[in-house]
């Protein structure tokens, strides 16, 4: 038996303290780990099923063996799989995942819980490009229509964004400020829109209407490639940021002591926030809910350590976002939905469920 004198000379040299400390860290990133490769597994299962899924309906093995054994499939299921099903899927993850980093860095930043990629008016401003394109049929530099329209979205997003920037970097890009300004274009944004929905002609206003409700119908390996690659130089510089992000959740003053430059983080983290948005949206269309909801989920599985944090959120959101493209298939039988209307559908209980969830948690 430890005698007192023999116990308190080991709490002096720090051994067993120190050996219960790093144990319990040991345990904590063991868990997150956990936790991450189960939302990897639940991507890709997903993505599987969201290939299986549709009017053909067709059977798991029958995927993957298209997709790691071709030859063994006649040329029709071959074309509804790797020409159809699967840039639909891959969309769905690529996208999915995007909307859910940026929601999470986004909530971060501005410490605010309902903050997702379309506080900022982002999604807004993309479709203030497409709808120019689609309504006045809009021609520059020769480009053809379903280049231009894309292309359009993405600038008008990066415009918008880069005017948020420079407009609270003036100000001092406090919290406030940055939340108004995105509010404040958001409205002003959708009543442009409006107001080129009433001047156009029943066709382009059946067109953008499509656009603000989010498809997939328009994906292609190349999209998901130049969405892909913006997510994965995104990702990093998000995750080389994780322990200041971290820090920033405990209150700015405490960041700021730390050493944190929190203005120049928050101009740099909505810079990255709208890259990733406007890549997301280009392609798709507006599709609401997943930068807003994904977050909370991961936040509820993994806490508030960025460095789980981050990836379990673009993980939640291509994990929801491949769900929705499941349920857009099979609601209506014979019909795809866009699968704007099912995130808009599934997002909003999910999301009132996470309030009551938390107000309860927080009566306690």
Excluded at 26 to 39: D, H, M, S
Excluded at 65 to 77: H, K, Y
Excluded at 278 to 291: K, P, Q
Excluded at 333 to 355: E, N, R, S
């Amino acid at each position: 038996m430890t005698s007192p004198s023999a116990g308190a000379a080991a709490n002096r040299t720090g051994t067993p303290a120190d050996g219960g400390l790093a144990s319990q860290y040991r345990r904590f990133v063991f868990r997150r780990v956990l936790c991450l490769a189960g939302l990897v597994t639940a991507a890709v299962a997903a993505l599987l099923v969201d290939i299986a899924s549709g009017p053909a309906m067709l059977g798991l093995l029958d995927v993957i063996r298209g997709l790691l054994n071709p030859e063994s499939l006649n040329a029709g299921t071959l074309v509804i799989i790797q020409d159809i099903r699967l840039p639909y899927a891959l969309m769905a993850v690529v996208v999915g995942a995007c909307l859910g980093l940026a929601g999470a860095e986004m909530q971060t930043v501005l410490n605010n819980p309902l903050a997702s990629p379309f506080t900022l008016g982002v999604g807004a401003a993309a479709t203030l490009g497409a709808s120019l394109v689609i309504a006045f049929n809009v021609s520059v530099l020769g480009l053809a229509a379903h280049v231009l329209l894309p292309l359009s979205a993405f600038v008008f997003a990066a415009a918008a964004s880069l005017l948020i920037l420079v407009l609270s970097r003036s100000l001092g890009a406090s919290v406030h400020a940055v939340v108004l300004f995105g509010i404040a274009l958001l409205f002003g944004i959708n009543a442009v829109v409006g107001l080129i929905q009433f001047m156009a002609d029943a066709e382009s206003v059946q067109q953008i209407v499509f656009w603000t409700m989010g498809s997939l119908a328009r994906a292609s390996l190349d999209k998901v490639a130049i969405v892909a690659l913006v997510l994965a130089v995104c990702l990093p510089f998000s995750l080389r940021n994780a322990w200041a992000m971290t820090l920033l959740r405990s209150g700015e003053e405490q960041a700021r002591s730390l050493g944190i430059r929190v203005e120049r983080m928050r101009l740099v983290v909505l810079m990255r926030v709208s890259l990733l948005t406007a890549a997301a949206m280009c392609f798709v269309g507006e599709i609401g809910f997943i930068g807003l909801v994904a977050p909370h989920i991961a936040r509820l599985m993994l806490g508030e350590d960025h460095r789980f944090l981050l990836p379990g959120s673009a993980l939640a959101g291509a994990v929801l976002l491949s769900l929705s493209s499941i349920a857009s298939k099979l609601l209506v039988p014979g019909v795809v939905l866009p699968v704007g209307i099912v995130t808009a559908l599934v997002g909003i209980p999910l999301f009132i469920t996470l309030i009551i969830g938390r107000s309860r948690r927080a009566a306690l």
